[in-house]
């Protein structure tokens, strides 16, 4: 069954890649002007939403009515996070591909058609390994269908997240993790017509090593085949 | 306005590593170019022989300088993603003519900053192996720039990563050793000794002199603004690194300059008469032990040094390639490793060989040392000039212009063009002429080079300051137009593949 990683804390802030510490709200109680900052920050990336890509800083502060040096250093503190992204223009803004966290919540992880839980289920009763899910995004992988006899481990998780971009096909991801050394994940990209990657199908060790001469391989990639239709 | 919201489907500095160097990396990019373990040996001797006992005075006021510098540098960090380094600021700045002069300066400051680390890591090994009593310690000396050089091309071709962190392990490693001998000093010496150190007595005139002179030992404080599309959350990391760097090499320049004029007041000497202070120093306080590893540390620090210029060189040349200003072939990327192959593989041959020549023609290699230092240090005056001159018609054309950044540039542009001046007059006065011809040589040559390039290709005076652009794998899906290769409107984001902002960018 599918179990949504942001259910687990610690998990969560490895998929983060590196979780920005200015990106962290401190424990220490918001003082002084920090609400207004807090609320003004937000406030200007409502404004990008609303006005949309291309909007200026000056712009900006005209519309919120905000003072113009906080307003830059607002919108300089969004774009070192990546919340915000600075066009080629140097003069306009767009809302960055952090923001996609907050436009595609873990609730809509799309759910699995039957007759893909079918092909996963055949494939787990075939290998000695753990079948998942996994839906590459741009705040690091969600799983969609885990494996519920083999979960992924926390370092299994590490390594998809490093894999940031979609690997390529049939890649076994090696893992250079020091601690990991004889982990691996075996990942096939099922991919729609329009080449794009749908999701991944990844294989991971039941053993602490994935054995290379394996069956897995050419099952996988039958049941990925399968897969890309059902899930495209 | 539409055309401004279009998105271009690849970065025009695509191929190269993009967004992979960790913040610490960076910084280490910086302090590497700067070496500060070397330059607090070999600098404060060379400040005290213009400023005399105004030599900590200097360096404090050298210290101030470069965190102006580091301030307007970071107005340009904080919001372009440039491989060019300042040479990127000031042609988005002040336009193509100042972006040719910036950009020749820099290319003569990392070139010439590079080649004096590989004679710098020679001269050291041959001094050591000197005292290790070696038969032939010059033919080790050439061993040496020969090893440090294939070290270099090799770190450099196996990609960003692994040559920044070497250069972090390597400097890491030879700052510790200076340290230890600073805070030798420091403790042996007492404290009334290091209150003594720190005015500068009669000696006052000479702190504008010996300012300058320190400032140039800061040289290739900003290099880390050469990463800026290889960089990590580049508008964070970038500017931070500048900033910390500059205070990084500037503490350890004080600390070593209060610790060696405080040794020589104990030992009944001066810092400015000495020929070889930390052989004096290390024999005086009855520690010989210390001064060979001292020579491994600087050597260390060298090779860091080298790495980390020649880095920076080869993404400034980089730059200027995929502009057009440069011949295209160095702008090309090796498409595993994503590191600028073949700028690399002509940059450091060029840049060891005088070395070796300097090395295996003569005893005394101090003399052409310090003319390689006349060379950076007045490129990167130049370079630090217009970029602070640049800060305000740069934050106009952005349309973020405030009272603070705007005051400081102001303030910074004033001071750098007189310690620019300053430089060049006192380096002449001070018989290093050689050095002023060669820097005055190298700047006309490469200016009158590109004007006559620019002049025969008018499109690439258009494309100057070419910088990492966001691609419509860094926004939010559906909120900006994509181009497809040909330039026309095509899509949107969305449609595009979803490569996250920490992914590669495709090779070229």
């Known amino acids: ?90 003069r306009g803004f767009a809302l960055g591909r952090r923001m996609e966290a907050f436009t595609t919540p873990a609730e809509s992880v799309p759910r699995v058609p039957r007759a893909a839980r079918a092909v996963l289920d055949e494939l787990r009763g075939a290998v000695r390994a753990g079948v998942h899910l996994v839906l590459p995004g741009a705040t690091g992988p969600r799983l969609l269908d885990e494996d519920a006899d083999l979960p992924l481990a926390d370092h299994d998780l590490a390594l998809l997240a490093a894999a940031a971009a979609p690997p390529p096909a049939g890649a ?61 | 306005m539409d055309s401004r919201r279009r998105l271009a489907s690849r970065s025009p500095v695509d191929g190269l590593d993009r967004r992979s160097v960790a913040p610490v990396d960076v910084l280490a990019q910086s302090v590497g170019a700067v ?33 102006l510098v580091a301030s307007c540098v970071a107005q340009f960090a904080r919001r372009v993603a440039a491989t060019g380094s300042l040479y990127t600021y ?150 931070r690194a500048v900033r910390w760097s500059a205070a990084v090499a500037g503490t350890l320049f004080l600390l070593a300059v209060t610790g060696q004029v405080a040794g020589f007041e104990v030992l009944g000497s001066t810092l400015a008469t000495s020929s070889a202070p930390v052989d004096d120093l290390t024999a005086g306080f009855a520690v010989p032990w210390l001064a060979p590893v001292l020579d491994v540390g600087v050597v260390a620090s060298f090779l860091a040094c080298a790495v980390a210029s020649t880095t920076a060189l080869t993404r400034v040349l980089f730059s200027m390639a995929r502009e057009g200003l440069a011949p295209t072939a160095l702008g090309r990327v090796d498409p595993v490793r994503r590191s600028p192959a073949r700028a690399v593989v002509l940059a450091v041959p060029v840049l060891a060989v005088p070395a070796l020549v300097v090395l295996a023609a003569s005893d005394e290699p101090w003399h052409a040392f310090e003319t390689m230092l006349v060379v950076a240090g007045a490129g990167c005056l130049v370079a630090y000039t217009l970029a602070c001159a640049g800060v305000w018609p740069f934050l106009r054309r952005v349309g973020e212009v405030t009272v603070v950044p705007v005051a400081v540039s102001c303030l910074a542009t004033v001071l750098l063009g007189a310690a620019l001046v300053a430089f060049l007059t006192t380096e002449t006065a001070h018989a290093h002429d050689v050095g002023v011809l060669v820097f005055g040589g190298v700047m006309v040559a490469g200016v009158v080079a590109s004007r006559v390039r620019l002049r025969r290709l008018p499109a690439v005076r258009a494309r100057l300051g070419v910088h990492d652009e966001p691609t419509a794998a860094d926004v939010l899906p559906g909120t900006a137009k994509v181009l497809d290769e040909t330039g026309t409107g095509a899509g949107t984001a969305a449609a595009s593949a979803p490569v996250p902002l920490s992914g590669r960018g495709r090779s070229r």
């Open chain 2, 35 to 67: 070496a500060p373990a070397a330059a607090a040996v070999t600098s404060p001797l060379l400040v005290a022989g213009v400023a005399g006992r105004a030599a900590v005075a200097s360096f404090a006021v050298a210290l101030v300088l470069a965190l």
């Open chain 1, 1 to 90: 069954m599918s179990r949504p990683i942001f259910a687990r804390p610690e998990v969560m802030a490895q998929l983060a890649g590196e979780p920005g510490r200015s990106s962290t709200v401190d424990d220490a109680e918001l003082r002084g002007r920090q609400p207004r900052a807090v609320r003004s920050a937000l406030a200007v990336l409502e404004c990008v939403a609303r006005l949309g890509a291309g909007t200026t800083a000056q712009q900006i502060a005209a519309d919120l009515g905000l003072a113009r040096a906080t307003t830059y250093r607002l919108v300089q503190l969004l774009v070192e996070d990546e919340y915000l992204v600075r066009l080629a223009d140097l």
């Open chain 1, 172 to 232: 076994l991801l090696a893992p250079d993790a020091p601690g990991h050394a004889a982990a691996g994940v075996f990942v096939v990209p099922m991919l729609d017509e329009s080449g794009e990657t749908v999701c991944w199908l990844c294989v991971t060790a039941a053993t602490p090593r994935l054995d290379p001469a394996g069956d897995y391989v050419a099952r996988a990639r039958a049941a990925a085949t399968a897969l890309a239709p059902l899930l495209a």
């Open chain 2, 90 to 239: 000031v042609a988005n700045a002040l336009g193509a003519r100042a972006a040719v002069v910036a950009g020749v300066g820099l290319l003569a400051a990392y070139g010439a900053i590079a080649a004096a680390s590989f004679l710098g890591a020679g001269s050291f090994a041959a001094l050591l192996a000197g005292r290790l009593g070696v038969a032939a310690p010059r033919l080790v000396g050439v061993v040496v720039v020969a090893a440090v050089a294939v070290a270099v091309c090799v770190a450099l071709l196996r990609g960003i990563r692994r040559s920044t962190r070497l250069a972090l392990v390597v400097e890491a490693v030879s700052v510790a050793l200076i340290a230890t001998l600073v805070v030798l000093l420091l403790v042996r010496s007492g404290g009334a000794a290091v209150a003594r150190a720190i005015p500068p007595g009669d000696d006052l005139e000479g702190v504008v002199p010996g300012a300058v002179l320190a400032l140039t030992a800061f040289a290739g404080f900003e290099s880390a603004t050469t990463l800026g599309a290889e960089a990590r959350r580049p508008f964070a990391a970038v500017p």
